[in-house]
C-alpha cells in the first residue's frame, strides 16, 4: 500500500494476488531465520525482500544489534524452503557464513515486505 496516497500499488497487489494464490494451494507456515556473516550494509535485506516477493512470500527481513539479520516470512512451505536455499548459497550480498532456522505455523498478520 502507498502510504502517500492510501491505495494498493502495482507491486503490492501483484505480490498480494501472488500470496493468495499460493496460499490456497498449501497451508502456510512462517519460517524465521537468522542469517550470520557479514549481512549489513552490503544490500542483504533489500535482496531477500526482492527474492521473497519473487517467491509470493510475505514478511520482513530486520537488522539486528550483533550483526545478524533476522528474516521472517509466511507463504507455502515449498517457498519458505526455497528462500531458504537462497539465504544459504553463493552469490547473495555480502558473506553469509550459517542460517538458524524455525518453522511454525503461520498467524496470517504479515503483508507485503518490509526492510526494518
Partial sequence: ????????????????????????????????????????????????????????????????????VEVVVEGPQEACDDLLRQLRAAGTPGRVEHVEVTFTAARGELRGFIER
Avoid at 11 to 26: F, I, L, R
Avoid at 40 to 63: D, I, M
Wanted: without cysteine.
Fill in 1 to 68: 500500500m502507498n502510504w502517500f496516497t492510501g491505495r494498493a500499488g502495482k507491486q503490492d497487489a501483484t505480490a498480494e494476488k501472488q500470496h493468495a494464490a499460493t496460499a490456497s494451494a498449501e497451508p502456510a507456515v512462517r519460517m524465521t531465520a537468522w542469517v550470520h556473516g557479514m549481512v549489513q550494509g552490503v544490500g542483504f535485506r533489500w535482496w531477500t525482500r526482492s527474492r521473497a516477493l519473487e517467491l509470493g512470500l510475505v514478511g520482513s527481513a530486520k537488522n539486528l544489534l550483533d550483526g545478524r
